[in-house]
């Protein structure tokens, strides 16, 4: 059976926090029998979005990440709350019973991503339940979705295994897939979160002055293997992204017909590495 799937593209998502007030617009003070009791005004929110800053200067790059229930096929909120205060429906929405889970605030603690938020005046543990009660009624979206303005959010209904290719294809992945709870909210540019990068500037002396160099091949190699290549752009800049934390020693080689070629030695850590003016000659 096809099951409910969101795609967040991680590079359009902009903090507008159109998602966010959607949803407390939806779910607080209102009551959806068998789906939620409402949801607290105050507080944290069932969808958050966390920000992500990385490398400095003008090559820093700012990304953000929507977070919110995964809607897992083997969660452990499932398993914690096997007596039917969690259920998972056919089409793949995990709901958090609003009789059944009341008092349940161990359910908060099961949830590895931090997805399930407690609401005190209702002794409840709450998450956003993919906006079901709408979906029910002949809505093809949650509002989540269609209030973003960059279609950084799309719900798509697709069997596991054409879900399975799509995300290849495509280059979806999930959130600490070392869990195992197989989860249903897939992310694109993911690497702007979890990958570091190399980053500088390509510089040269012209007529006594220090200008950009637009146009260098620059290369990534480690081991004596190249691992990338780029050109900088009109302002010099090259970047290497996508790279794994703590990956070690590269070398860094820049070419230029004109203005000549300069190699750098860079050490990757857990952080992006942004290079001082790198000066060809």
């Not at 009551?31 to 400095?56: K, T």
Request: aromatic share 6%.
């Amino acid at each position: 059976m096809d099951k409910w799937n969101l795609i967040v593209d991680v590079a359009e998502c902009h903090n507008c926090n159109n998602c966010v007030l959607s949803a407390k617009d939806e779910f607080v003070g209102n009551a959806f029998a068998g789906y939620s009791a409402p949801h607290a005004a105050h507080g944290p929110a069932v969808i958050r979005i966390e920000r992500r800053v990385r490398g400095s200067g003008h090559l820093s790059d700012v990304a953000y990440l929507p977070r919110l229930c995964n809607h897992c096929d083997d969660g452990p909120c499932l398993k914690a709350g096997a007596d039917g205060a969690v259920r998972k429906r056919e089409d793949g929405i995990v709901i958090f019973d609003p009789v059944k889970a009341r008092g349940r605030r161990d359910l908060v603690d099961a949830c590895p991503y931090g997805a399930v938020v407690w609401n005190e005046e209702q002794q409840l543990p709450q998450t956003w339940f993919f906006d079901a009660h709408l979906l029910d009624q002949g809505w093809t979206a949650p509002r989540a979705v269609t209030a973003c303005p960059t279609r950084a959010l799309q719900a798509v209904r697709a069997s596991d295994a054409a879900m399975a290719e799509r995300a290849q294809r495509d280059g979806l992945r999930v959130l600490q897939p070392e869990l195992g709870t197989r989860p249903h909210v897939h992310y694109r540019n993911l690497h702007r979160i979890d990958r570091v990068f190399i980053a500088g500037s390509a510089v040269a002396s012209v007529g006594g002055r220090t200008e950009c160099v637009e146009g260098a091949e620059a290369s990534l190699s480690q081991g004596g293997r190249t691992v990338a290549q780029t050109r900088t752009d009109a302002f010099g800049d090259f970047r290497f992204d996508g790279l794994a934390p703590g990956s070690g020693a590269f070398t860094l080689t820049l070419h230029h017909e004109q203005r000549g070629q300069a190699q750098v030695p860079v050490v990757l850590s857990d952080l992006c590495v942004t290079l001082p003016d790198v000066r060809l000659s």
